[in-house]
């Protein structure tokens, strides 16, 4: 097998940022492999359910640590950026550091967050050679964990994000607040606020039925892209 020179471990959809660094690397012809993240959540659905609400464990957190060692090893990546709360342990991150390879994490959500926050990616941290943040705030809590941390703001893919044809709308899409995107505690205070002043509201993603808001499930990129143009007539 030929090496490669990146592994990133992200998830695969198509709107993720693990997808969209791998499409970065095919653009820019650096050989590499996506490893999906989704693989650390397969098993028995109450068990998953119960380690993630009460510990944020992801349930195959060992085996998909020792998976992405495995798959690093083999390929001969020299460079591993995983995104976010990527579940990957200490003990993997260790053994990829011995194989002198330069683990990164791009923190593309607040591990302090109690949605995220999770004693297993605490412990990681200090074994990654560099953590780059889009938020500011954190660059200070992670320094303090032993991290060495700088700001990469989000980038923009015009492959992925372009501007549609305006579409035709209805009346009640012309009105609504458009948002794509998981639901947290912060967020929730927004748009409770809105639905309060009777501002009606399209929510895309998840959890936020958790919070008491309804929401017409995950999009795609195309649709996402879809519903904005929407949003553009008679603009």
């Known amino acids: 097998m030929d090496p490669c ?38 098993g028995n659905k109450i068990l998953r359910k119960v380690l993630w609400k009460m510990f944020k464990i992801p349930i195959n957190l060992k085996t998909f640590s020792k998976t992405v060692v495995e798959r690093v090893t083999n390929n001969k990546s020299q460079i591993l950026i995983t995104t976010g709360t990527a579940p990957l342990n200490f003990f993997g991150l260790k ?15 607040d591990p302090w967050n ?3 926050r999770a004693h297993w990616f605490f412990k990681a941290i ?6 780059f943040s889009t938020r500011k705030a954190n660059l200070e809590q ?8 700088a700001y990469l703001p989000f ?4 492959m992925t994000y372009y501007i549609n044809e305006p579409c035709v709308n209805t009346a009640e899409e012309a009105q609504a607040v458009f948002f794509a995107g998981a639901c947290d505690h912060d967020r929730k205070g927004i748009f409770k606020h809105l639905l309060y002043h009777k501002i ?36």
């Open 200 to 235: 009606p509201l399209s929510l895309w993603g998840g959890f936020w039925e958790k919070y008491g808001l309804e929401s017409g499930g995950l999009l795609d990129s195309a649709n996402i892209r879809a519903k904005t143009a929407r949003r553009m007539v008679d603009r």
């Open 155 to 158: 980038g923009y893919n015009p």
């Open 114 to 116: 109690t949605a995220h």
């Open 5 to 42: 020179l990146l592994s990133i471990v992200g998830n695969k959809r198509d709107s993720h940022i693990g997808n969209q660094l791998s499409l970065a690397a095919e653009t820019l012809k650096i050989k590499h492999e996506l490893i999906d993240t989704n693989n650390a959540f397969i």
């Open 126 to 131: 200090k074994e990654y050679d560099k953590i």
């Open 95 to 109: 053994r990829l550091s011995e194989k002198k390879v330069i683990s990164i994490n791009y923190s593309t959500d």
């Open 142 to 149: 992670f320094t303090k964990l032993g991290a060495e941390a």
